[in-house]
């Protein structure tokens, strides 16, 4: 069969599977139509996968469905941003922020909480966190000011930590980001300091780019 | 049987949006194909082969498959990432509008190699010493110029006379420069000599001219109020990063 001939096929086989959806949606009872649409909203879920969902919860005991039911209502009611780091917490203080242990002397600015909870599995890092919500991106509509940069200056300059670590993505926007707290921080008279940039850990030299390359040649250590 | 198709394409990224777990949807400005969006595949783990070469505003060679509905991205040769755009704020927010109206200004599958290679001079010439205002008026002029949406910069859009540089006006909705007798009449801004000469320099002269080159400040203001809204009124929607050009 030609290209022509294929990629016709694929779009009159997804437009069947679409038709397939909305005929079996009409077939399904009110509550169960509705749990499949709710279902689809979440990303990655598609009609066939919001479908078998649907029928998998339909089919659990009342005790599981309902600890799902609870437990995505409970984080909803629950879960705020800590005021000191803007981490998810249960009120107050998060536990990372609360915690005694921890050294008060450096502080490790992350993009999100999912960077966050990367650098916690890592558990090299026993200092404190910061969590910007976010990176610059002037295409999507983010800017300095909707992140929580004003809070780690005022967090930097009350506080009594000795480095800040910046470790957001090594992505343009997170190079960018972080270039531009370094400028901000850097007048405060504090250290400074990036993540390592380099080859990662069962990488391949071959397919690394110039950049990547470079970086690793100047972070090159004795050994 | 299926018949497999790949290509290979010359590509700046342009625009990225995250998929599922750890795969990318990556908006590809191509020489060979103009604009096409490709799923790259598990391009956000750390020792993914794609992830160098299709970073926002790089230069790459691209292989391309067919997918579905969209490209599948199966190779991605860095060629040029032009780092310094990311070391400085006020780059980085040109590089992204230089980037974005590209990204609305043309259809999909449309090849155009001279708005590829518009595009790859001007982050260029952010990545090296150029002066971003400068740079990216230019390129508003020459993109627009280029797409038949540019603005008339030597003669009367009113009556169609040579307009010298005394005493001229500047109309966004009518599409350029204005004698003075047309330009009293109608809604034109007035333009002074210096901004009318600095906008023929920045239509005529090649972008790696123009990247040696720098604005003095009023007029780089001046021709900021007018080319802004010039552009704006020739877009579907207003540019999101617009607003970062004056950080």
Known sequence: ?223 | MRRVRAYRVSSLAIRHRNLGEADRIVVLYTRERGKLSAVAKGVRRTRSKLAGGLQLFSHARVQLAAGRSLEIVTQAQPVHLFYHVREDLQRYAHASYAAELVDVMVEDQAADPALFDLLLSVLQGLDEEGDPPTLIQGFQLKVLGHLGHGPEVESCVGCGTRVGTRGAGFSVAEGGVMCERCGGSRTAARVTPAALQAMRDLVELPMEELARRRLTGSVREELGRLLQPFVEYRLPWPLRSAEFLEM
């Not at chain 1, 995505?72 to 536990?95: D, L, M």
């Not at chain 1, 480095?163 to 531009?180: F, K, Q, R, S, W």
């Not at chain 1, 990662?200 to 040649?217: F, H, K, M, N, W």
Request: hydrophobic share 40%; with cysteine.
């Open chain 1, 1 to 223: 069969m030609g290209a022509w001939g294929s990629q016709g096929c694929c779009r009159v086989g997804f437009a069947r599977d679409f038709l397939e959806v909305v005929a079996a949606m009409r077939a399904y009872p009110k509550p169960l139509a509705r749990l499949i649409e709710e279902l689809e909203k979440l990303p990655g879920i598609g009609p066939k996968s919001a479908q078998r969902l649907a029928l998998h919860l339909l089919r659990t005991t009342e005790e599981e469905a309902s600890a799902l039911a609870d437990a995505i209502r409970e984080v909803k009611e629950s879960i705020g941003t800590c005021p000191v780091c803007f981490n998810y917490t249960a009120g107050g203080p998060c536990e990372l922020c609360s915690d005694l242990q921890r050294d008060d002397g450096v502080l490790c600015v992350v993009g999100d909480a999912r960077d966050l909870m990367a650098m916690e599995r890592a558990g090299s890092h026993r200092g404190r966190y910061h969590v910007l919500q976010g990176l610059i991106s002037p295409m999507e509509g983010m800017g300095p000011d909707s992140l929580r940069i004003p809070e780690l200056l005022a967090r930097v300059r009350e506080g009594e930590f000795t480095e800040v670590i910046l470790a957001t993505n090594p992505t343009v926007e997170g190079d960018a980001t972080a270039m531009y707290v370094a400028r901000l921080l850097k007048p405060l008279g504090i250290k400074v300091t990036r993540i390592a940039l380099g080859l990662p850990v069962g990488g391949d030299l071959d397919y690394a780019d110039d950049v990547t390359i470079s970086r690793s040649l100047e972070g090159r250590r004795e050994m």
